[in-house]
């Protein structure tokens, strides 16, 4: 639970303080952490990284958790 716990902490940091340039790295985290149910989370964050502006992001994060479910 705690490599959860610090994931999802770094995730919300990372989304609020908008540094985008950091989501390679959490991405390479999540997949290295025990926690295989963030699996289809990250695979989807890492197809979407590519958006550039808020909108899109915002839809893609959307896919993602449609991805998840």
Excluded: N, Q, Y
């Excluded at 919300?12 to 290295?32: C, F, K, M, N, Q």
């Excluded at 952490?33 to 959307?62: N, Q």
Aim: hydrophobic share 45%.
């Amino acid at each position: 639970m705690t490599a959860l716990a610090e994931l999802v902490s770094r995730f919300a940091r990372i989304v609020t303080e908008h540094r985008g340039r950091d989501l390679a790295d959490w991405i390479t985290g999540a997949r290295a952490a025990p926690v295989p149910e963030l699996d289809p989370f990250s695979r989807g964050i890492d197809r979407c990284r590519h958006c550039g502006e808020r909108k899109e992001t915002i839809i893609c994060m959307a896919m993602i958790k449609i991805d998840a479910v």
